[in-house]
């Protein structure tokens, strides 16, 4: 795959929704030492300080049905965990569907967007990373964290993209060969938040329950307190 890389830009995502609208090929990286407009999931902003944190997106034109779309951002949250997991005896952890956590609190996130028109129908897997900011902004400071934050160290920021994109490239492979359990099983053995008491908000609903698992379709499955069980599409997950 191709890494394209930039000092600045919007948006990584913008960007590689644009290349793709062009023709860009399947599996080339867009990459930005800074972003202007760095998004979020929800229409949220993501915080995007030059040159300390990695900023990046992945294009895919996956042969997949609609129903398993969903599928790809936890191939990327588990590519993302178990890369960071390799370069150190760190302790990320996946908080569903697509955050990742440092000693609970949030060290990465991913933002999926689907193609659907156009000529190059795909997806564009967007990925953010503190990796050596040594702080943050006081609206966020509570919540997020960085690795040097956490460890105190400098981790060599390209070397941890690389291995990203390595485990993107092979999950990617074992999703295109049908074998979605697999990636279930491993987002099980990277998260703490299953059988634990969390607060769901879906639409402007809030609901308390324990969190039981993924289903076969990365839905989680839900014990409410009111002893229904649902699974959930989407959502807010906060730990209670
Ligand atoms: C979230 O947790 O809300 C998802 C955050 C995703 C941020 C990344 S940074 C690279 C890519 N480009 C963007 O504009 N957003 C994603």
């Given at each position: 795959?191709?890494?394209?890389?930039?000092?600045?830009?919007?948006?990584?995502?913008?960007?590689?929704k644009?290349?793709?609208?062009?023709?860009?090929?399947?599996g080339?990286?867009?990459?930005?030492?800074?972003?202007?407009?760095?998004?979020?999931?929800?229409g949220?902003s993501?915080?995007?300080?030059?040159?300390t944190?990695?900023?990046?997106?992945?294009?895919?034109?996956?042969?997949?049905?609609?129903?398993e779309?969903?599928?790809?951002?936890?191939?990327a949250?588990?590519?993302?965990?178990?890369?960071?997991?390799?370069?150190?005896?760190?302790?990320?952890?996946?908080?569903?569907?697509?955050?990742?956590?440092?000693n609970?609190?949030?060290?990465?996130?991913?933002?999926?967007?689907?193609?659907?028109?156009?000529?190059?129908?795909?997806?564009?897997?967007?990925?953010?990373?503190?990796?050596?900011?040594?702080?943050?902004?006081?609206d966020?400071?509570?919540?997020?964290?960085?690795?040097?934050?956490?460890t105190?160290?400098?981790?060599?920021?390209?070397?941890?993209?690389?291995n990203?994109?390595?485990?993107?490239?092979?999950?990617?492979?074992?999703?295109?060969?049908?074998?979605?359990?697999?990636?279930?099983?491993?987002?099980?053995?990277?998260?703490?938040?299953?059988?634990?008491?969390?607060?769901?908000?879906?639409?402007?609903?809030?609901?308390?329950?324990?969190?039981?698992?993924?289903?076969?379709?990365?839905?989680?499955?839900?014990h409410?307190?009111?002893?229904e069980?649902?699974?959930?599409?989407?959502?807010?997950?906060?730990?209670?």
């Amino acid at each position: 795959g191709k890494i394209i890389a930039y000092d600045q830009v919007d948006s990584t995502n913008d960007l590689a929704k644009n290349l793709l609208f062009q023709g860009a090929e399947e599996g080339a990286v867009v990459l930005a030492d800074s972003q202007t407009k760095g998004k979020g999931r929800l229409g949220r902003s993501w915080y995007s300080e030059p040159d300390t944190g990695l900023y990046f997106s992945l294009i895919l034109k996956p042969t997949l049905d609609q129903d398993e779309i969903p599928h790809l951002t936890l191939m990327a949250a588990v590519a993302v965990v178990e890369a960071l997991n390799q370069i150190d005896s760190q302790n990320a952890t996946l908080k569903w569907p697509n955050d990742i956590l440092l000693n609970n609190r949030k060290l990465g996130g991913i933002l999926s967007e689907q193609v659907v028109d156009g000529p190059h129908p795909g997806v564009v897997i967007g990925i953010g990373l503190n990796v050596s900011q040594a702080g943050f902004p006081e609206d966020i400071a509570g919540l997020a964290t960085s690795i040097l934050i956490e460890t105190g160290t400098h981790p060599a920021r390209y070397e941890l993209l690389i291995n990203i994109i390595r485990n993107l490239y092979s999950y990617y492979q074992i999703l295109l060969e049908d074998n979605v359990g697999l990636i279930l099983s491993h987002w099980r053995q990277n998260t703490r938040m299953l059988g634990t008491p969390i607060l769901l908000r879906h639409g402007n609903r809030t609901h308390s329950g324990i969190a039981m698992d993924l289903d076969d379709d990365g839905r989680l499955v839900v014990h409410l307190d009111s002893g229904e069980e649902i699974a959930f599409e989407s959502g807010e997950v906060t730990l209670r």
